[in-house]
């Protein structure tokens, strides 16, 4: 990184790239005032900005302090400079008190592309859209020209729109090889509209921004998940199988593991997010939200815990940070007093769709315990080996904490939170690397303590916005964000107004989660109407087939894994990862490399047979017909349970994917 000071010009570049400037015609910082509007409904945010003040600001001195820059913009704001190496880090005081708006230009390139701000699930590239960043329902349709979307907006305002996601994060990675972070909670909105600059608001000043770069991508994601912090590895029985989704009580669960496995389906654990009971609303069937287990649903359940584990199959349940108001475990916490409150002292009630609950505020250290004390005390230590750490997106804005930060500062903050609860609760059991829990919440910090994501609830179908394609931008996107572990329900979770869940939709659906860490399957919020493989004899045919594929790979995805932990490389990586040269790998969202060496084009579209695939320039080996392709477009074979997959000819693995080839290929 490299400082320029002239006349009336400042600047910062790496290398030959202008990444900060400022002179008369070129302001880089704006300040205001504005008073926001929100508007919650079941997590679902409307939020409007009525803005009263929008100023420039110019540089006005400038001067050196030991190694600090240190900036002052019109007696307002000041800024101090530092550099290390291909790192810049700004830090501000603010000397107005009244600005609570504050917006930065980033010098760009028509050219640039974009990529990161959490989990985007429409676009993978950003450049050309706004993004505001703000944890939420994502959204059921997220597509305005949908009947799906429509009815959503009009029954429950939850249709949701592009820029929806449970995980936002200030930081996004440049294909000009830096990565920028906002160190801010605050309401944000990141618009790459500009062909000469990306403009960045925060609703508040922030403490610093961050910018680094590297000569390559690798070396790019090394420096930022070493800032970030990074995942840990999976548990080794991850790789053992399918993790099973199914509920209905003890006895159903135990029918339905011994005819999956009788017809062959190889199981890594049981997910049974019903363990703490069900309530059945308009939505469909939701659970109990009283995080201990079901003596009438799941009678002894320590006992069927056990006898699953001498079978080698581990369970797992369910939990979120919030208690139903007619729960034991709520009681409890009201009458300690460790709730979220309102303004006028009482317990805040959050609708989650007929009925109410408490939100655990995780900013005050006891409730934070106590709430970790509930996850030892009524999943580890009954031998729980994992589960959905859900929700973590619903925090009001007009709730007081305890910690005394407004909740609009804290509402993107709580994801990490609830990530850090889980986490500490492995921890302090002396479980960690052999729990996992997965979350759809996330933000700055999530990294180092979720040990994996999940896409969140899409729809049971192959729409553009809110189907299949977009877990794949899921995980390419949180992958440029330090996270680098990823899965999905296979078949989707949401079904809505006659959308229900084709065989088709699940196995194109499943035959991808193959080819991802972690395979799990979601009976869906419907499960009487959606397609369910276990119905179905050659359901259960083909999901063994799929499973083996996951588990002969395990050699190879272990390393994948590994070197995300050692490193930050994700396991699911964007095309450009390691063919940054090519224009097409810099724009690609619906293919992946998997690690370096496997090229997945999944299949989203209905009723198709053949797919067009897009390979880096290299040598290319179909996985199930070992026919050799150059690099460009082709069109390939794309049957039911085939997905287009190849392997690069010079791989270390060759012989491992050729035999996987030979065994599963296309007879």
């Not at 079978?311 to 916490?333: A, C, M, Q, S, W």
């Not at 006028?344 to 609708?351: E, I, N, R």
Request: aromatic residues 14%; hydrophobic residues 35%; charged residues 25%.
């Amino acid at each position: 990184m490299e400082i320029i000071r002239e006349e009336g010009l400042f600047q910062l570049k790496h290398g030959t790239d202008v990444l900060l400037e400022e002179s008369k015609q070129n302001p880089l910082i704006y300040v205001g005032r504005g008073q926001e509007r929100v508007d919650m409904y079941r997590g679902n945010f409307k939020i409007e900005d009525y803005l009263t003040r929008r100023q420039a600001l110019f540089l006005r001195d400038w001067r050196e302090e030991e190694e600090t820059l240190v900036l002052d913009f019109d007696g307002v704001l000041q800024a101090s400079l530092t550099l290390d190496g291909d790192c810049a880090v700004l830090k501000f005081k603010v000397l107005d008190p009244g600005i609570n708006r504050f917006w930065i230009r980033i010098q760009a390139d028509p050219r640039e592309h974009v990529y990161g701000c959490g989990e985007q699930e429409s676009y993978f590239d950003l450049r050309g859209r706004h993004f505001p960043l703000w944890t939420s329902e994502p959204g059921v349709g997220r597509d305005k020209t949908t009947y799906v979307t429509w009815r959503s907006d009009v029954e429950n305002r939850g249709g949701g729109d592009y820029y929806n996601t449970n995980y936002p994060q200030p930081t996004f990675l440049s294909s000009r090889k830096y990565y920028l972070h906002v160190d801010s909670t605050a309401y944000a909105d990141f618009d790459f509209r500009n062909e000469t600059f990306h403009e960045l608001q925060i609703w508040e000043v922030p403490a610093s921004i961050r910018i680094e770069a590297a000569d390559s991508f690798p070396e790019l994601l090394e420096k930022e998940t070493a800032f970030f912090g990074r995942q840990i590895e999976l548990p080794d029985w991850v790789y053992g199988g399918l993790i099973f989704g199914v509920q209905g009580g003890r006895t159903r669960t135990l029918k339905e593991v011994e005819h999956i496995e009788e017809g062959g389906v190889k199981l890594a654990g049981v997910w049974c997010q019903d363990w703490a009971g069900k309530r059945v609303t308009s939505f469909g069937k939701r659970l109990q939200w009283d995080w201990h287990y079901n003596d009438k649903m799941y009678p002894n359940l320590p006992g069927m815990i056990e006898e699953l584990h001498k079978r080698d199959i581990k369970f797992l349940g369910y939990v979120n940070p919030y208690l139903v108001n007619d729960g034991v475990l709520f009681k409890e916490g009201e009458e300690k007093g460790y709730f979220a409150k309102r303004k006028d002292g009482a317990t805040y009630l959050v609708d989650f769709g007929e009925f109410y609950c408490g939100a655990v505020d995780l900013t005050n250290p006891e409730a934070f315990t106590w709430f970790k004390d509930i996850i030892k005390t009524y999943s580890i230590d009954i031998g729980i080996d994992g589960w959905m750490a859900d929700f973590g997106e619903y925090l009001p804005t007009d709730v007081v904490l305890a910690n005394g930060v407004p909740a609009m500062i804290e509402h993107n903050h709580w994801p990490a939170l609830w990530a850090k609860c889980n986490m500490e609760a492995v921890e302090e059991s002396g479980k960690k690397g052999e729990i996992l829990f997965f979350m759809r919440a996330g933000g700055t910090g999530s990294q180092k303590d979720c040990t994996l994501l999940w896409a969140g609830d899409q729809s049971v179908d192959f729409s553009r916005h809110d189907g299949l394609c977009t877990v794949i931008s899921a995980a390419l996107s949180t992958g440029m964000t330090g996270c680098g572990l990823n899965h999905s329900d296979i078949g989707g979770y949401t079904s809505l107004f006659g959308n229900v869940r084709s065989k088709e939709v699940f196995f194109r659906w499943a035959e991808m989660a193959a080819f991802t860490p972690v395979m799990r399957t979601h009976e869906g919020n419907r499960p009487d109407e959606c397609y369910q493989f276990y119905e179905d004899e050659d359901g259960i045919k083909k999901m063994a087939r799929l499973v083996n594929i996951y588990r002969d790979l395990s050699p190879y995805m272990k390393t994948c894994v590994k070197e995300n932990a050692d490193l930050g490389h994700p396991v699911q990586r964007p095309l450009f990862f390691h063919y940054p040269d090519e224009d097409r790998c810099l724009t690609e969202q619906f293919e992946y490399l998997l690690g370096r060496d496997l090229l997945v084009a999944p299949v989203w579209q209905a009723d198709q047979t053949e797919w067009e695939v897009y390979l880096p320039k290299d040598r290319w080996i179909h996985l199930w017909t070992g026919e050799t392709y150059e690099g460009g477009t082709n069109v390939v074979s794309a049957k039911l349970g085939y997905p287009p997959v190849f392997y690069r000819e010079p791989s270390a693995w060759k012989d491992l994917f050729e035999q996987i080839g030979q065994t599963y290929g296309e007879k």
